[in-house]
Nanobody, 120 residues
């Protein structure tokens, strides 16, 4: 099982970016999917999370600006980021709780990280 993230880059304050993360491999079922971020010198933190049923939760710092969604048919999770601020600069990691064929329980998988830089 692999998670492939894409969509990061450099954007000016107030701008928008959309991150994507596709899960592939021997996947039987995917539970929750989410995005985390880690800024330089800081711990990794949860940005947003979405369950298989579509329930979402967000970090307070991104509520009203970021939207998480998923396409279950494509095993893909998205993060639409609007009104970006310099403090949103970080490496963004996708995460998925997956039951793989041959496995005996759900386990967490991580993408490789994609850098988002918000700067003028």
């Amino acid at each position: 099982v692999q998670l492939q993230a894409s969509g990061g880059g450099l954007v000016q304050p107030g701008g928008s970016l959309r991150l994507s993360c596709a899960a592939s491999g021997s996947i039987f079922s995917i539970n929750a999917m989410g995005w985390y971020r880690q800024a330089p010198g800081k711990q990794r933190e949860l940005v947003a999370r979405i369950t298989s049923g579509g329930s979402t939760n967000y970090a307070d710092s991104v509520k009203g600006r970021f939207t998480i969604s998923r396409d279950n048919a494509k095993n893909t999770v998205y993060l639409q980021m609007n009104s970006l601020r310099p403090e949103d600069t970080a490496v963004y990691y996708c995460n998925a709780n997956i039951f793989s064929y041959g496995g005996n329980s759900y386990r967490d998988y991580w993408g490789q990280g994609t850098l988002v830089t918000v700067s003028s």
